[in-house]
Each structure stands twice: as structure tokens, then as C-alpha cells.
């Protein structure tokens, strides 16, 4: 094996890592920092959340805060970035928001679900996007919630099974198309290989499909601009691509999906500088850097005339296997470009570093 | 130190296999020739040649001592000796080839390991210019990480110097606020801060002003709505964790045990026709009559065919059916009991059959007024089939019956 043009390719780096004492189901960077924090449950059926720093080489722990419920997700994405509020879902289907600084007493709460919340996303904050700031929450129990902190106890937005309709779990959501103050989307991903995607402008159901394995993680590459990517991922290691940015009247978005590990892909999370690469984290303890690239066309007309996107194609950038058990979460850093963390199932946390993002 | 022979073979071709040469003993086969030598002194065979040339063998034998040898061979040898000679060089012959060939095999294994260690060595260099390549980027990324948290540091140290400045600045504007127009009294404070903003990253600072702003323009929160939604429907095969697979095989496995059931009885039965011996035939038979009205028929073909086969749950459903037409009640029971049997394990597959077996079996406790009975029979079909009406009706009935009994007792 040529060393060279492997080694032109972008590496990724261990740069730090810590083992834990709990499970680890969540880890986020905190905005403008070089701080993170981890969630997750600990074998007292408890939640914890560690806040720690990243100095040198090390990870070091500045604050553990512990709560009655296991914590299952959380997302910064609503709060502006002077406060930098989070906001949690737990085990028991609470959704919380609280500050770090004083996190004895949540700044809003509300029991949103009578399930575990899943998958939660914030949109409108961190000085990204426009329009107010909002939390998607989906549950076990089937729906799809949107949050406004300013409204108590209901939600600004229900997605939920029809009456008699057995119930699915919704296992991820994300928001979307929030390039002005009055759009924007969210998109949900069920067990059942559902995926949904409901337009809040105009309160009804935009686009769904199905892509026959479970849907373990969609993101959308970035949530401020007009729909450009939606990235899908599910179990037995697929995961699909959709070009947004044309719908055609029955047959939808244009996809094109890469079969990647032999097991599920847990998360997907697309660099923050660069809304073409984006790293899918699986089963099997591994993290791969994909890079997706447009067609010469992105829509063509059909035989009827009407518009229809066309997908491009992805390309394995770099692969690596970190752990023995599945990486659960991901996230980028949006201060440094190619600083990431990735939580895995092993209690431990690390902090890993891209290198070469520039030259792609 | 050296004889020199030289041998004519006048004729014939030598080569060098023809040629058998030891310490004592010299021999060359060159068909029709023979020529056989017992050495006077013994040589040194490995360092003697023998040259081939066109119809002459030339020897050069190195003796072992330096001495004047009375002939080439040894005289007065007799036929024992001389055999003992032949067969001992024979004999070194063969040692030495096997000793060669050691000798060969030891240094051939020496060789390979030394490849091995070579290739080995080199591999290893190669892993560890990688490896360096690797441990250089590292060091230069945490540099440049170490370098980059310093400067948020010092980025920070700034803005919260700056937030009290423009902490001090708002209260002074707070009056102004309410008579001049936002623009105005923005201009000339932006303008300070921005002198101030260019060392640091990020618009962070300058967004409290905007966050103020922004405040008074965030849309209110939406009004709520709810979006209902259906889901596609999972048919088998389900999401695995809710299959039911291994039940489904069962129960597969099940019928074709059952297809190939053939009872033992068969003496009576000689004198059927070949398709009156055929299971399916006889309840396809019985489902005829049954339709006819000729419920007795029905039952005739019925038992024919359980005592062929007698694991068809078919069988005994369609017979508890005939029963009840006839209001053999007990016998109705009985075989819509031992249907159930045969309909283990639930499956969505046999769910029909299960339906109709705990109906009938209801409606026999009813007739039978054994109502209670019959009540928990209809429920149980109807926890299988929950849509469907004339059960749900006939429960009610039986509740209402059930009532009416205790009331009137």
C-alpha cells in the first residue's frame, strides 16, 4: 500500500478521550467553547450530566450535575448565544431547558410525552437562522412535538397518529428550511422506516416515505438555508441521501443511498463548516467521512414535464473503528473546524480531530 | 596426487549419469560397455572429474595420499571381496547423497528465514514512516487546537469586558431610548465597539445590541396546531423485534406434519376407492353435503377422514359445524375444543379458523345454556377479530341473556 496519496486524505485524529461511570447516551460541544457536555444514565437510574473542558491532551470535568431522570438527548440549537441554555429530553418524557450556571431549577419544563423522549432539535438560536426559537421533541409514544420556551405546557405543534392508528416510535426528528421567520420544517424518521416531513408554516404533512428499515437518525445539512440535503440513516447499515431542493408531485425528493457497515448507523451529523461532508457513526464502533457530490444537473424534467430532482453521488473520504460498541453520538464543533466528539456505548467519550477538511 | 585415466567408448553415448564413482570404487555404464575399477588407494571423489568427450571418458582422480600407486586396481582381489567392495561404495554413495541433500535443506531454510527477516524489516520501516507521518500530524493539530482555545480565551476575556462597557452604555441609553429613533443612538455606539471588535472572532458582542432588537421582532409563538398522521403498514415480515417468526414456523411446521399423517387403520378401509382414502377429498366431500343441508352425510365423511388423518384442525371445525346443525351439542363442544387444540399456536395465519372455532363452540354453551361459558367463548373470538359486527351483537346478546337470568333469579 502507497503511503502517499492515502495519507493526502483526511485523518482522523484521537485527540482526547475519558472513560465514564454511566452510560453515555448524548454528548454536544458547548457553543463558543472548548467545553462539552455528556448525558446519559447511570447505573442508579439516575441522569448526569458532566460538563467538561478540553485542556491539552486531556478532558477535564468541571461540573456534574445530577438529575432524577436518565437523559436521553439534548441540543443547544434554541438558545441565543449569550445564555446558552440546554435543553434536555429524558427517559420519562420530560422536556426540560436548563442553565448550566444554575442547574438546580429548569427554566422552563414541561412533561411532553408520556414516553422517552428520543430525539430532540433545536432551531432559531445561537444567532443561526431566523425567526423564534423552537424545540422539536419525538417520542416512543408516536408523536412529534413543537416546543416554543415562551408558551407553558402545549405544544406550538402536534404530529400525532390518528385515532385507532397503532402507534410507531418516532426515533429521531429534525429541524429544517428555517431560511426566514414564517418557513420551516420538520422532518421525523419512525421505526418503521417512516420518514415524515411536516411543513409548520402551513401545519400539514409535506412529503413522507419509507425506507423500509427503521430510521435511526435524519439531519438536514444545514437547518438555516432553503432545504438543500437530507441525510437518513437505519438500520442493516443504509443510509440514504435526498436532494431537497426539487419535489415532484408523486414521486417525491430523488435519493441515493450507500450501504456502509454491516450494522446500524446510529447518527449522522454534517460538518458545520461545510455542508457537503458529513460523518456517519455505527454499529459497529466505527465513524466514516463521506463526501456527497452534485450531478451536472439537479433536476430534469420528467416525461410529463413536471420537475424532478436528480441525486448525486457519495464518496468514502476515511474510515475508522474506534470502539468495539456502537458510537451512539456524534457531534462537530462549530468553533473548529474538523474538532469533533463522539460517545460510545463503551462509557467512554472522545474527542477525535479531522484533518486535511480544507483540502477537499 | 592424480591418475589420469582415460577410458574409449568407442560408439556409445555417456553421460554423466553413466558415471559411479566413490572413494574405492569406479564404475561406468555405458551400455554395451562396462567398465568396473576397485581403486588401489582411495581418492578424493568429490574433487575428481570425469570429462566426456566423443567416444573417450577422461578421468583426473585426486588421490587422498600422495603415493605411487602399482596399478590402477587392486590385484588379487577375489569375487567376495570385490562384491563387499561394490556393495560398501554403493552403500557411501547413497550416504553422501543423503548428506548433500541435507546439507542443501539446511542452507535452503537458512535462506528463508533470512528473506523473511529481510521482508520483515522492511514492512516494519515502512509501518513506522507511517506511523511518524501520523504522530507529526497529531502534534501539529493539538498545536494548532492549543492555539486556537487560547485565543477563545483571550476572545472571551474581551467580550466580557466589553459586555460591561456596553452594560454601562445601555443604562445611559435606556432614556434616550423611548424619545429618539433605535438608528440614531445606534451609529455612534456601534462605531465605538466596532474599533474594539477586531481582534476578537464572532459577531458575539455586537449581537447583545441586535438581541435586543431581535427580542422586540421575534414572531410570537405559532399558534398551536396538530397534524394527524398514519403510518405504513408493517405486514409480516414485521419489525423483528414484534415478529413473530418462531411461532410461525411452528405452525407451519405443524401442517405439513399434519399433511403427512397417515393413520395406521388401514385394513377396514381396503375397499375404498383411492380418492375416498384422500383427507382432503372427504372434507372437500363434507363441505359439499354441509352445503347441501345433508348434515349427516357431512358428518359420515367427516369421521372418514379424521380417522385417516386426525390432525387436521379443519376437520373437526367443519364437523363441530354439522354437530351444531344437528344439535348434537356436546359432540359440537367436543370438536371445536379439539380444533382449538390443533389451532396452537396463534398465529395471524390461522386466525379464521380460530375465529370460527370459539364461535361455534359459544354458540354450543348457548344453546346449551350454559351461558357464561359461552359469553367467554365469543369474547375470546372477539379479541381476535374485534371488527367484526354479528359477533360483537351476539355477545351483547349473551350479556343481556346473562343479566336477565340473575335478575329473574
Not at chain 1, 21 to 43: E, I, N, Q
Not at chain 2, 58 to 64: A, C, D, E
Not at chain 2, 376 to 389: F, M
Request: one cysteine or more; aromatic letters at 8%; proline letters at 5%.
Amino acid at each position: 500500500m502507497s503511503a502517499a496519496p492515502a495519507l493526502e486524505r483526511p485523518q482522523v485524529v484521537s485527540h482526547a478521550q475519558q472513560a465514564l461511570s454511566y452510560t453515555l447516551f448524548d454528548c454536544k460541544w458547548v457553543p463558543r467553547s472548548a467545553r462539552l457536555l455528556c448525558l446519559g444514565s447511570a447505573a442508579r437510574g439516575c441522569g448526569i450530566a458532566q460538563l467538561y473542558e478540553l485542556r491539552g491532551a486531556r478532558l477535564e470535568l468541571l461540573r456534574e450535575i445530577e438529575k432524577p431522570k436518565p437523559i436521553k438527548c439534548g441540543t443547544f440549537g434554541a438558545t441565543s448565544l449569550q445564555q446558552r441554555y440546554l435543553a434536555t429530553g429524558d427517559f420519562d418524557g420530560n422536556l426540560n431547558i436548563w442553565n448550566l450556571e444554575a442547574p438546580e431549577i429548569p427554566v422552563y419544563s414541561v412533561k411532553g410525552h408520556k414516553e422517552i423522549i428520543n430525539s430532540i432539535d433545536g432551531v432559531g438560536g445561537l444567532g443561526i437562522g431566523e425567526g423564534a426559537p423552537e424545540i422539536v421533541t419525538g417520542s416512543r409514544d408516536g408523536t412529534v412535538k413543537v416546543w416554543d420556551p415562551r408558551q407553558k405546557d402545549t405544544p406550538v405543534a402536534n404530529m400525532e397518529p390518528v385515532q385507532g392508528e397503532s402507534k410507531r416510535d418516532c426515533w429521531t426528528v429534525a429541524f429544517g428550511n428555517a431560511y426566514n421567520q414564517e418557513e420551516r420544517v420538520v422532518c421525523a424518521g419512525y421505526d418503521n422506516g417512516d420518514i415524515k416531513l411536516f411543513d409548520l408554516k402551513t401545519m400539514s404533512l409535506r412529503w413522507e416515505t419509507n425506507i423500509k428499515n427503521g430510521v435511526c437518525s435524519v439531519e438536514f445539512d444545514r437547518k438555516d438555508i432553503n432545504m438543500n440535503k437530507l441525510v437518513a440513516t437505519s438500520l442493516e447499515g443504509k443510509f440514504h441521501v435526498f436532494d431537497m431542493r426539487t419535489q415532484h408531485p408523486t414521486k417525491g425528493f430523488a435519493s441515493v443511498s450507500e450501504k456502509a457497515q454491516k450494522s446500524t448507523i446510529w447518527q449522522v451529523r454534517h460538518l458545520p463548516q461545510n455542508r457537503d461532508i458529513f460523518m456517519t457513526s455505527g454499529g459497529s464502533g466505527s465513524l466514516h467521512l463521506w463526501k456527497y457530490e452534485y450531478p451536472a444537473q439537479r433536476s430534469k424534467k420528467d416525461s410529463e414535464g413536471a420537475e424532478m430532482g436528480v441525486a448525486g453521488t457519495v464518496s468514502l473520504l476515511q474510515n475508522v473503528t474506534l470502539s468495539t460498541q456502537p458510537i451512539s453520538s456524534l457531534d462537530w464543533s462549530p468553533d473548529k473546524k474538523g474538532l469533533c466528539v463522539c460517545g460510545a456505548f463503551d462509557q467512554t467519550v472522545r474527542v477525535l480531530i479531522v484533518t486535511k477538511l480544507n483540502k477537499i | 596426487t592424480a591418475v589420469f585415466v582415460s577410458l574409449p567408448v568407442p560408439g556409445a553415448r555417456a553421460t554423466p549419469g553413466s558415471i559411479f564413482c566413490t572413494e574405492r570404487y569406479l564404475k561406468v555404464s555405458v551400455p554395451p560397455f562396462l567398465f568396473e575399477a576397485i581403486l588401489f588407494a582411495p581418492i578424493d571423489d568429490t574433487n575428481s572429474t570425469a570429462k566426456i568427450e566423443n567416444g573417450n571418458i577422461f578421468f583426473t582422480l585426486y588421490k587422498k595420499e600422495p603415493a605411487m600407486w602399482d596399478s590402477l586396481t587392486l590385484e588379487n582381489v577375489d569375487k567376495e571381496k570385490l562384491q563387499y567392495l561394490r556393495e560398501n561404495a554403493v552403500l557411501k554413495a547413497h550416504e553422501k547423497a543423503k548428506e548433500e541433500r541435507e546439507a542443501k535443506k539446511v542452507t535452503k531454510e537458512e535462506h528463508k528465514k533470512y528473506a523473511l527477516e529481510a521482508t520483515m524489516k522492511l514492512e516494519e520501516a515502512e509501518r513506522k514512516r507511517i506511523e511518524d507521518l501520523k504522530e507529526k500530524e497529531r502534534q501539529k493539530v493539538t498545536e494548532e487546537l492549543e492555539l486556537w482555545k487560547n485565543q477563545q480565551k483571550e476572545a472571551d476575556k474581551y467580550k466580557s469586558i466589553q459586555k460591561e462597557q456596553e452594560l454601562h452604555q445601555e443604562i445611559g441609553q435606556i432614556k434616550e431610548k423611548k424619545n429618539e429613533k433605535m438608528n440614531k443612538t445606534r451609529i455612534p455606539n456601534e462605531g465605538i465597539s466596532k474599533t474594539k471588535h477586531k481582534p476578537s472572532k464572532g459577531h458575539g458582542s455586537c449581537s447583545m445590541f441586535s438581541q435586543n432588537l431581535k427580542e422586540e421582532q421575534l414572531p410570537a409563538p405559532r399558534s398551536a396546531a396538530t397534524i394527524k398522521v398514519n403510518f405504513t403498514p408493517r405486514a409480516f415480515p414485521t419489525a423483528l423485534r414484534e415478529s413473530r417468526i418462531a411461532e410461525e414456523e411452528e405452525w407451519l411446521h405443524k401442517q405439513a406434519e399434519a399433511r403427512r399423517t397417515v393413520s395406521a387403520d388401514l385394513s377396514e378401509l381396503e375397499d375404498l376407492k383411492e380418492e375416498e382414502k384422500n383427507p382432503d377429498w372427504l372434507k372437500d366431500k363434507g363441505n359439499k353435503m354441509f352445503a347441501m343441508g345433508n348434515y349427516l352425510a357431512a358428518v359420515n365423511a367427516y369421521n372418514l377422514a379424521v380417522r385417516l388423518n386426525n390432525r387436521l384442525p379443519l376437520l373437526y371445525l367443519n364437523r363441530a359445524a354439522c354437530h351444531l346443525k344437528l344439535r348434537n351439542l356436546h359432540k359440537a363442544i367436543e370438536d371445536s375444543s379439539k380444533a382449538l387444540e390443533l389451532l396452537t399456536p396463534p398465529v395471524p395465519d390461522n386466525e379464521n379458523a380460530r375465529v370460527k372455532a370459539y364461535v361455534r363452540r359459544g354458540t354450543a354453551f348457548c344453546q346449551l345454556e350454559l351461558y357464561t361459558e359461552g359469553l367467554q367463548d365469543y369474547e375470546a373470538a372477539l379479541k381476535i377479530d374485534p371488527k367484526n359486527k354479528d359477533i360483537e351483537k351476539d355477545a351483547e346478546k349473551i350479556r343481556h341473556l346473562i343479566q336477565g337470568t340473575i335478575q329473574g333469579s
